[in-house]
């Protein structure tokens, strides 16, 4: 990367600052200062001083597309996103939920982002690992040249080898452990859904309390709404207090999806989202 | 609480056999809400129903449960029970133990068992259902007939008398579909065009028919009773208001293009009108073939037209055209016998397919009725092969029908116009058709000769190079045969179009093994389709022959009269509605509906439901992920409670 992360950070706020001021959006989603300089968080800059707020270093995790949502349909929003988060806004475009035209995709190629938890650098293992955004407006920095090397499946390997059972153990062991603080819920882009199905009475599809059923139910089935929809950001894992995995059941269903219908999610507003869209050369492998 | 009653039928001994009826109904009086259960040897009976009735009548029964068929067969009966002693249709269960219980399983115990599980989970949603109120639907009094054939043809001048408007849609330039190509018919011997021709004229000038031709379905919108159908008008590029037919144009164009109509034999214009009796009489310009379009330049048709009908800039238009019913009478395509490598089809040219010999037979034809080989000579000995194709694991497993009938046909004309010797290959003769019998001890007496067995190879001739030897094992003698002959006639195996499939997804048809349409019922509901208000005549049903395709279009123009005759309808009032609250404007049920019945409102920001379009599948209700769509009757706290009686059992 030949742009340093202080160098997006100044053209983050230029961007900003002009966006605000010309009137030609009413936020900016970035990221701002945390507790300390390891712990970035989410930001909205709502006047042309907020821009001074927003910070880019290499803990900026984070996906900003997450909060597009938040506001009323028609909000005109300049988003800062990485290539993660950039799928992930095209995604949305491709629901329906945000319009093309109320967005200003303010792209940023990056790699080096590193996991705060860990110190660990970001890479396909846990996340789709590409480098530069899919669809901007405004690019910050330079783009990266080249491609990662491995897929972002490579993770799977070990995974793949087990058998039926083997994985059933595997997930019932991981998520066994899970809190139900609902932090993989909060920081997914794509989970928008208010209210969210487990937080249902009628008819009540789980146990809402951490308890291995209601555990079992409430990730199965947020695996299976993401299908097809899941970016691939990692933010989920991130999130996670007690570290499960889930980005290796995400990047297992996107896989498969991938494989069957040839299309990955978030990669181009052409698109339609692939679990909803019939087309008569469909694979009939998901019947099996 | 709830006042349940179970009523437990036998069908004689088809449930019986397999399921202890008398230990269900003891059963299911040990499940809660159940206040009575009993078995009957025939629930559908008069008696059968009265006791229900009764039932409901002395134990004041608030819902009523009947383990019986399948809710296809009588699920309208004991509804009509229900209304009758002032219960809510809607509060009636069907629990199929025919179908899916009895008929499937040998064993009792295993039978009885299953049965116990699916009422068990029965008892458990019946609890939970609602009364519901049907919807009443006004009904569009017009018909739409898909396919200008002699079946739409025939169901459309039908509807039409009856004073129903109807619109006759067609591909092609031109109505009369396959039959206008034939010679003669089967048995008779009468002309084809002869009685095709007046019906085409009549449809023309019928004040009720809206004649569509070179028209195709582009999408159908709503379902029985009010059918939204969008129509694209292919680009004719000549306008056939202004056109009088003098047909200058077809005289003067350069270009050419194999004749569709003439099975490919010989050459027609880029500017062209299929046949002579075509309806409506008037040139289309084929792209593909015409030398402006290719080239840029030559406009000869437009310089001679003085009707200044010539318009090289039209383009496709799309229209859209409401009815109440629809009746799809698309017709067949033949097999591509080139596939079949071993019978030489495409390769010698003394090989010809069924419908180019009846273009060599007919006046109008390319031969102007004269049979002769693609040389121009006389053909000495003639082999008819039946089953190409069909009869045929390796091809198409069913029978084409119409074959046998065809081939002896063919043979008779062969014998009066020509002085050839006639073979006929054949496995059986299915002769089975009001005077086909006869027809066939007629041809058998015309001494063309019957050899019973398939032909296994078609070859070229070592000693006379102009011949083909067809090689074949005569099964009645036991003998291999190897018999020279100057022109082979294959009677290929009818097949569905090659667009059968996107006409079905269209009209939500499903389609049988081979790709023809579905009906209902094979037996009592041979027109209907699982698409309400959607009927098929014809051989997009299966093959058939004249007789009975006309049949059937008469048959399913009545069936269609039967709605569009009604001002209203009733319809199921199991349709969805949305939970705005829950909504979270994801718009997949807008995405997945078939119907389009699901709308995303802009300024709510939530999804609504157009009912009129609604049909109840229940799509949408699936892919919700807030579970904010609530498909009455099929709740997700009803299915959630079948499934569980289910699963506690």
Redesign the interface.
Known sequence: MAVSFQQIEEKLKTEARRLLESGEVSLVLAWGKGYDEKHPMPYVAKCPSDADGIVFNEYCTHNPARYLVRY??GTKIAVAVKAADSRAVVQLIQ???VKRRDLVILGIPVYGIKNPKTGELIDGKTTCGLYNPVLYDVLIGEEVHGQPVSSPYAVLAEYEAMDRDARFAFWKKELDRCIRCYACRKACPMC??????ID?R??R?GEKSPEPAGNLMYHLTRFH?LAGRCIDCGECSRACPVDIPLYLFHKKVAKDCEEMFGQAAGMSIED??V????R?EDSDKILE | MSRIGVFVCHCGLNIAKTVRVSELAQFASTLPDVVVAKDYKFMCSTPGQEMIANDIREHRLDRVIVTACSPLMHEQTFRKVLAASGLNQYLLTIVNIREQVSWVTHDLDEGTAKAKALLNGAVSRSRLLMPLTSRVIDVNPDVMVLGGGIAGIQAALELANTGRKVYLVEKNSTIGGHMAQFDKTFPTLDCSACILTPKMDSVLQHKNIQLMTSCEVSEVKGFVGNFDITIRQKARYVDHNKCNACLACTEKCPGKSVSEWDEGLVKRKAIYIPFPQAVPQKPVIDREACTFFKKGKCRLCEKVCEQKAIDFGEQDTFSTVKVGAVIVATGYDLMDTRDLIQYGYGKYPGVYNALEVERLFNSAGPTSGKVTLRDGSEPKAIAILHCIGSRDKNSHEHCSRVCCMYSLKFAHLFKEKTSADVYQFYIDIRAAGKGYEEFYNRIIEEDVKFIRGKVARVAKSVDEPDRLIVEAEDTITGKFIKLPVDMVVLSPAMIPRSNAKDVARLFNLSTDKQGFFMERHPKLAPLSTMSEGVFIAGVCQSPKDIPDTVAQANGAAAEALTIVVKDKLELEATTVMVNPASCCACQNCVRVCPYGAPFFNEPKGVSEINEALCKGCGLCASVCPSSAIIARHFTNEQVLAEMEGLMEF
């Open positions: 009323p349909r629901e329906d939920k928008y859904c208010d209210p969210c199905f249902q009628k008819p599809w709404h339609k989202p679990l909803v869209n019939f008569m």
